[in-house]
């Protein structure tokens, strides 16, 4: 997971709504409605229970240390999706047995590796990287209509770009991938559960793989990868990396065909992922 600092997330609070307004004008669909869809929930169902389920946010001071802000835009995604959420005023172990005193139904915490959405009575989890990509691959499909039979290129695949890859096979997408780290890469695609339909290729090089393909995830941490002369009128990109591999150019070209965050998307894919587990059976 890639280490955020307080700049990145500041404005997130301020911003929801106009985001939300952005998303709608984008894909068609408010966060809500994204995450439902990455989640395969129904959103009326999920707005009906949100308010009825408790989430507290964990605070956790281990590694690097707790990021200024992170909790607070956590706690703010949370509320503007309809959750009853809280943060605990005590950290770690602590704050797990605050969140327990007050009976809350999930606990989202991070650490140097880690975020994710923990349901109590299901023992379920949601993990950010994985719930990320899927609400970007989500996005993405929205975007472009559909995806089913496309060639999308997907940037790192980290855990992120894993997910947005094992998504967009599941719509259907003819999926290339490029990652730095070649041999790794070649190890998992061979994991992969793929058809002859959804056969994966392995980009060798960034710039003509950029070239050749409109419809992009960008999963890598790396900044100023996609250039104007990547960008057509065609080009719809979906970038959960962090911070942005497009550069000031290309985004200005690329206007509203663009979907990036630092949190939202993924924040709200965990929560409504997360809250599935009060429909399931204990375990």
Not at 105 to 116: N, Y
Request: charged letters at 20%; proline letters at 4%; hydrophobic letters at 45%.
């Amino acid at each position: 997971m890639t280490r955020l600092v307080t700049a990145d997330i500041s404005d997130i609070a301020a911003n929801l709504k106009n985001y939300d307004s952005e998303l709608v004008a984008r894909t068609g669909y408010s966060l809500s409605g994204i995450a439902c869809r990455a989640a395969e929930i129904d959103e009326a169902q999920i707005k009906n229970l949100l308010p009825e389920i408790r989430v507290g946010i964990i605070p956790i001071s281990s590694g690097e240390g707790i990021i200024g802000g992170f909790s607070d835009a956590v706690l703010n995604i949370l509320l503007h999706m309809g959750a009853n959420a809280f943060i605990t005023r005590t950290t770690d172990i602590a704050g797990i047995a605050e969140s327990f005193e007050k009976k809350a139904d999930i606990v989202m915490l991070a650490d140097d590796e880690s975020f994710v959405a923990l349901h109590f009575r299901s023992r379920s989890i949601a993990d950010n990287s994985v719930c990320t990509g899927k609400a970007f691959a989500t996005g993405l499909r929205l975007m472009a209509g559909s995806l089913k039979g496309r060639e999308v290129l997907i940037i790192g695949c980290g855990p992120v770009g894993r997910s947005a890859t094992e998504t967009l096979i599941l719509m259907g997408a003819r999926v290339s991938v490029y990652d730095v780290q070649v041999e790794p890469l070649k190890v998992w695609v061979k994991t992969v559960d793929q058809t002859a339909d959804s056969k994966i290729q392995i980009a060798k090089k960034l710039d003509p793989a950029l070239q050749c393909h409109q419809y992009i995830i960008d999963a890598s941490p790396a900044r100023n990868i996609i250039h104007a002369h990547h960008i057509t009128p065609d080009t719809y990109v979906s970038a959960p990396g962090f911070p942005c591999g497009l550069d000031a150019e290309a985004r200005e070209k690329l206007s509203n065909r663009l979907l990036h965050d630092p949190l939202q998307l993924g924040v709200a894919t965990m929560l409504v992922s997360a809250a599935k587990g009060q429909f399931e059976p204990l375990k």
